[in-house]
């Protein structure tokens, strides 16, 4: 075949083993979480795996093809252990890097082949039929030596459903372990991908898996691999901080913020995530960029609260405001006051945090009074303590 | 209503009238791009708006919630300016900022109430008897004033079913303009999201409008509102890099590189797409952050492509692995060499740039050279035309 990548896969040490992952299919109606969380699993998606999925980490594989990103082989390895301390179940990496890593030979071999009439006519130049044989060829070969074995389309979502699901049927006839589909240009949306992901569950085996690929150009991501999972896909690709080819793939960190609300106990107890900000700090400094001031849970914003009815609230009870808890990854939550959009209420929490005892009135003027300086200047938290210590001195 | 915020909105000049947005609902199956275009418009979504959307530019209300916006009325005017330039249909702000900006009087306002047990509990304590007299109380008055109005819930995702589909039918009944539904903390899902606007969709007149605000925590603000259009919501709420409370709500950029993919000829007449670019450096540069290295369209990798296999067909055909064109938004592609990734097309190719003509043999031969010399260290595009001259000396 030959335009296919020579990427593999390990298995990370924490991750669980093929058989495992083949016997864990829960029967319709008794995974956890189905009732008495109303972000977790549909009740009416049965084949739903959002509270049973698995990560492979692609960081030393797609994440090589972010244009910043080059790992020697020290860098690979503290990426590779990071992750596995993280609790990843499988780390994707060059055939190369594999064979390096892994001594005893690699766990998997990934076959991929673009399937779509763009990269039939602008890359490999192959036809369906060509295709589908070489295919079961190498998938053969590669199975005749104990190895295990995915097939993947390339640019699924521009592929013509009838090739697609035909070639998908013929490799997991002859035994394939899972199957991939890719987002490759990134222009699925979350509605194609749960029909495409529970079209294809439909014609394949059972006990083959199904693993999801996708590019974040149009911004669905991460909402593309949480509708793989309510459809029956168990896998997803990631990449920490999400790089890779262009502006990248499903971000581990993102992915982990939207699992954490349908499943918390799930990810909680599987993946270590005081490790996360490390982790990402780690791949930052290698590839030579910022964290974004964005980024889902360690964006320095992501447990900001500034508006004052907001900010009231937040006092009273974090969950009002929050879907995720600062302190489940190592991070603190900050309620922004010295801004005309400050409310008296955090005023006094912070005027209680110094140990000031004032009363209401005297946070409301208090407050009154910042709303018209802060219309001039943003106040620094020390310039605030000031300004309440002259208050209560005048 | 005790703890409604005061928002409220200008049209902006290059914004359709109400009049015109009430009468633009297109008859079923007669929608542009319903056939010929694969992502975009589903058939049996016949209420979808993915190819007739609006834009509510928040920037100067949500964004001003964001830890580091601090906007000076000259900063305001300017980030209005620009957004108006570019074609967002409305300006949301402040209310204080609509009385300075429109010496007339706003255009609309927003009237918002948090109808999630959370939100009632604690933040302003009303039940839901208490929300709705007072919600229909006010919508009477401002309609009595000739102005239009909007009545959003918030935390409509945590909100009890029943509670909000009865308040939305009453503020309906009584001619609210438009209706508002809010992912205040960020939880919801795209599913979710279609199954609640098709379902309110269902309870309240054809004429009224649904306005979606979807916050970022969980990485579907995107994904959401695209789901949203196509349940016949309308308009969506945006600000400029995606700025706001805690890591933001649906970005401008990310909204447009989504929606160029449903509907590309829709968006390249309404929005001028050329200035987005020059709109976000304002913004980032006002709050004082950098614009994210994976920023939809506009960070610096969205049009790198690394990857040999890549290279090669980007180079034959850019849309193989481009959804979006960067020329339609004044930006470069970026075809990278002088890494161990690169192909032998992509260095012929940077050959034939300089100028220099090498036959196929030679450029594989300097394909194989660089593949060794960037396991060291990534080549700069000036080592790599060096290494180039001086294998053709030598």
Known sequence: MASRRNDAYVKASSGTCLASLLANSVPPGTQRNMRNNPYGQRPEDFLSNVGNFKIIESTLREGEQFANAFFDTAKKIEIAKS????GV???????????????????GVDIVIGTSSFLREYSHGKDMTYITKTAIEVIKFVKSKGIEVRFSSEDSFRSDLVDLLSIYRSVDQI??????IADTVGCANPRQVYDLVRTLKGIISSSTEIECHFHNDTGC????????????????????LGIGERNGITPLGGLIARMMVADREYVMNKYDLLKLRDIENIVAEAVNVQIPFNNYITGYCAFTHKAG??????LANPSTYEILKPEDFGMSRYVHVGSRLTGWNSIKSRADQLKLSLDDMQCKDITKKIKGLADIRELTMASFSLLVLLMLLG
Not at 89 to 107: F, K, N, Q, W
Not at 309 to 314: D, E, G, L, P
């Open 309 to 314: 009815i907001h900010a009231k609230a937040i």
């Open 175 to 180: 035994g394939v372990d899972r199957v991939g």
């Open 83 to 86: 992750l596995d301390e993280f």
């Open 221 to 240: 991501a991460i909402a593309n691999a949480y509708a793989a999972l309510e459809a029956g896909a168990s896998l997803i690709d990631t990449s920490v």
């Open 89 to 107: 179940d499988y780390i994707e990496c060059h055939m190369d890097d594999a064979r390096l890593a892994v001594e005893t030979g690699v766990d």
